[in-house]
């Protein structure tokens, strides 16, 4: 079992920044990839950034060289960094974990969702 506790996340002024935090707690050994996903009204759900084990990043077309994504294993805390902010950002950001054991199952761990309001 793996919880997720988000925050950072609030109401803004387009160009503005804001850095959402993510801290993991529990079977973190786990976690083989963490990442950011968002979901705006009247859309799915779509995946912003993620980061492995390795530290590989992949960034949605849509916030490449606006955000970025890190993680501090030694917190168990995954970041991500808003800059530039658009009012097209706007949405509710929630952390994911993947889990994995070797050779066996693999498991998804949501945290609460934390909105990020951007305003024009």
């Known amino acids: 079992q793996v919880q997720l506790v988000e925050s950072g996340g609030g109401l803004v002024q387009a160009g503005g920044s804001l850095r959402l935090s993510c801290a993991a707690s529990?079977?973190?050994?786990?976690?083989?990839?963490m990442g950011w996903y968002r979901q705006a009204p009247g859309k799915e759900r779509e995946l912003v950034a993620a980061?492995?084990?390795?530290?590989?990043?992949v960034y949605a077309d849509s916030v490449k060289g606006r955000f970025a994504t890190t993680r501090d294993n030694a917190k168990n805390t995954v970041y991500l960094l808003m800059n530039s902010l658009k009012p097209e950002d706007t949405a509710v950001y929630y952390c994911?974990?993947?889990?994995?054991?070797?050779?066996?199952?693999?498991?998804?761990?949501w945290g609460q969702g934390t909105q990020v309001t951007v305003s024009s």
């Open positions: 994911n974990a993947h889990c994995r054991v070797v050779g066996g199952p693999e498991n998804d761990y």
């Open positions: 529990g079977d973190t050994i786990c976690i083989s990839a």
């Open positions: 980061i492995t084990s390795g530290g590989i990043t």
